[in-house]
């Protein structure tokens, strides 16, 4: 018998086992469960590091429903600096200014950025973000891969 504990509640009538399922169905719950669940997460939750160019703190960083992997937070870049130069990833990615200005690179293009720009960055596309105000320019970001896809191939070997 394929699943006894299926047999055992329908024989014994036991309520607690009306939620029974299939063995490939509460296997596939089981996983889900461990999943990150619907909530709220507060800054002072995130996980957070002081850094030579400013700070961060790190929301969520893992596996969702849909998603293979994603990073989640926010950054503040001190004035004159940058996290790190303009580089490119797998993840697709996006920014967000929530204060302060700088200066965008996307490609070979550089720009003003300013409160309420969003960047969205494709997987391999060169991306990156500078203050170059007087005072702290903060973002949030996400950065994800989903699930079901392969990782696209880098267009660009050592160049990353």
């Known amino acids: ?13 036991v309520p607690a ?51 293979a992997d994603l990073l989640s937070g926010t950054a503040t870049i001190d004035p004159g600096l940058e996290i790190h130069p303009p580089h490119r ?9 929530l204060e302060g200005t700088g200066e965008w690179t996307v490609g070979d293009r550089t720009f003003a950025a300013s409160e309420g720009d969003m960047l969205y960055a494709a ?11 007087e005072v702290p320019l903060r973002f949030v970001f996400w950065k994800a891969h989903p699930k079901g896809l392969p990782v696209p191939p880098n267009p660009m070997p050592g160049q990353d």
Request: hydrophobic content about 40%; proline content about 2%; some cysteine.
């Open 1 to 13: 018998m394929k699943n006894y504990a299926t047999l055992s509640c329908l024989l014994l009538l």
């Open 17 to 67: 086992c009306s939620n029974t399922q299939p063995e490939g169905e509460a296997a596939a719950s089981a996983a889900a469960s461990r999943l990150v669940q619907t909530q709220v997460i507060s800054p002072s939750s995130a996980a957070t590091s002081n850094e030579e160019w400013g700070s961060a703190a790190t929301y969520f960083e893992g596996e969702t429903a849909g998603l």
């Open 89 to 97: 990833h797998a993840e697709e990615e996006f920014l967000m200014v």
């Open 123 to 133: 997987a391999w596309d060169l991306h990156g973000i500078r203050n170059t105000g």
